[in-house]
């Protein structure tokens, strides 16, 4: 079955970085979009970035374009976020997705808190 487990999440304080990991199995990894999600207390889900299967594309949401990194490896089944210059608008767990078979798979979240 499809596995995702998210790690890396912490408290950090702003201009701070952490890299989150996630870790898939049950899929032809390589097949598949992978995306970051984020979800702060009283909001919705929001997209943070995707990746296409080879890596060769990949967006950002505005709101941490030029801050976050989004990468992938295959060999290795992951998807990795590299957060940098945090504030505190970047609390939210994390979370990460894959569509497979037109379902959606979901980690069990890593809780991200940016505070001094």
């Known amino acids: 079955q499809v596995q995702l487990v998210e790690s890396g999440g912490g408290l950090v304080q702003p201009g701070g970085s952490l890299r989150l990991s996630c870790a898939a199995s049950?899929?032809?990894?390589?097949?598949?979009?992978m995306n970051w999600y984020r979800q702060a207390p009283g909001k919705e889900r929001e997209l943070v970035a995707d990746?296409?299967?080879?890596?060769?594309?990949?967006n950002y949401a505005d709101s941490v374009k030029g801050r976050f990194t989004i990468s992938r490896d295959n060999a290795k089944n992951s998807v990795y976020l590299q957060m940098n210059n945090l504030k505190p608008e970047d609390t939210a767990v994390y979370y990460c997705?894959?569509?497979?078979?037109?379902?959606?798979?979901w980690g069990q979240g890593t809780q991200v808190t940016v505070s001094s």
């Open positions: 990746i296409s299967n080879s890596g060769a594309r990949i």
């Open positions: 997705r894959v569509v497979v078979k037109r379902l959606p798979y």
């Open positions: 049950g899929f032809t990894f390589s097949n598949y979009v």
